[in-house]
């Protein structure tokens, strides 16, 4: 899974990285080392601009862990923050956003963490790492996103809707996969165009778009226990510690 990464590019940098023709200035997100769960964090869409009818790449500050429409409360998003690449196209939780709302999320890199034998008698351990491409290049993590609304107010009642993105992970490889089984899959730049565009809607089409460029040009290093608490965060976290494993 992916519970934990880190986001440090600013807006504008996402905006001239990905083409971004439409953003709010006004929208800001300070850099965050330690992404969590229900976090704001940053997405670039492809959405049609029904006054134009011209498709508009977008940069939107959206909550992590997705909030399915039928869903009865938003709760629910705090459980639904990874979508498995095996059956994306299949859950019902993810099914028609795999066919029509489809994201990248910017990483730095994600955290994950490997369990330690217990030191005598003490309870086990856990080591974080941060897992991050080699040659510092921006991850584009494949995500999807959903909208949401609360039922009890208006329609037209901005405050009303929600919109949460989720991370779909895969089978985790190399530098990952000796720490934990998962990784977030991450789009390969030829790909982006076709992943984001909203007129692509045939499954298996999507599905030979979801492989890890990656590969083996991922680092694992071992960080602070400091990254397991939320309250956390800052460049520090990323300082190398001694690798126990």
């Known amino acids: ?124 351990r856990k080591q974080p790492y941060f897992i991050a491409p080699a040659d510092g290049s921006l991850m584009a993590m494949a995500g999807l996103y959903e909208f949401w609304r609360d039922r009890a107010r208006p329609e037209d009642d901005a405050g009303a809707w929600l919109t949460t993105v989720t991370i779909i992970t895969t089978e985790a490889r190399d530098a990952a996969g000796r720490i934990h089984d998962r990784m977030p899959l991450a789009i390969d730049p030829a790909d982006v165009d076709a992943w984001l565009d909203p007129s692509r809607t045939d499954p298996d089409e999507l599905r030979a778009l979801l492989h890890t460029p990656a590969g083996g040009e991922l680092s694992a290093t071992p960080v602070s226990t400091a990254v397991n608490s939320v309250r956390n965060n800052g460049p520090h976290l990323l300082d190398p510690v001694p690798d126990p494993a």
């Open 1 to 124: 899974m992916c519970g934990r990464y880190v986001s440090t590019t600013g807006p504008q940098d996402l905006v001239n990285l990905f083409g971004v023709t439409r953003w709010d200035p006004e929208e800001t997100l300070a850099p965050d080392y330690n992404v969590a769960p229900t976090a704001d964090v940053w997405a670039v869409l492809d959405r049609l601009d029904k006054d134009t009818d011209i498709v508009q790449r977008r940069l939107r500050a959206l909550r992590w862990g997705l909030v399915p429409s039928w869903a009865k409360d938003p709760s629910v998003g705090s459980r639904m923050i990874n979508a498995r690449v095996e059956t994306v196209h299949e859950k019902p939780a993810y099914r028609k956003a795999f066919a029509t709302r489809r994201c990248l999320l910017p990483a730095d890199g994600f955290y994950e963490w490997t369990a330690l034998p217990a030191v005598a008698g003490g309870k086990p």
